[in-house]
């Protein structure tokens, strides 16, 4: 069993930055983020693999948002940047046995509970 648990949510202003944290206990997972704003689907906004050496990112968050991680640490992390208002959601991070890899929901068994990024304009 992978234990999920994020951090590092809060109310931000647009144009500010956040670091969300994924503590995940184990090591050889893909890690995906994910997000999901009121009355909407559940979407893929970055991925990392178990080793680091790949990432995966959505268009809308291309050049903003950076996934890396650090295994010493069990940690994943989603650095935001540039933040704007539509970036406003409950992000979640979700782990696959590595080396499966991809943007959908159903392909990750181990969800964590979230975390809430509110972006101000």
């Known amino acids: 069993q992978v234990q999920l648990v994020e951090s590092g949510g809060g109310l931000v202003q647009a144009g500010g930055s956040l670091r969300l944290s994924c503590a995940a206990s184990g090591r050889t997972f893909t890690v995906g983020w994910f997000r999901q704003a009121p009355g909407k689907e559940r979407e893929f906004v970055a991925g990392i693999s178990s080793a680091g050496g790949y990432t995966d990112y959505a268009d809308s968050v291309k050049g903003r948002f950076t996934i890396s991680r650090d295994n010493a640490k069990s940690t994943v992390y989603l650095q935001m940047n540039s933040l704007k208002p539509e970036d406003t959601a409950v992000y979640l991070c979700?782990?696959?046995?590595?080396?499966?890899?991809?943007?959908?929901?159903?392909?990750?068994?181990?969800w964590g509970q979230g975390t809430q990024v509110t972006v101000s304009s």
């Open positions: 979700a782990a696959v046995p590595s080396p499966q890899w991809g943007r959908n929901t159903a392909l990750y068994p181990y």
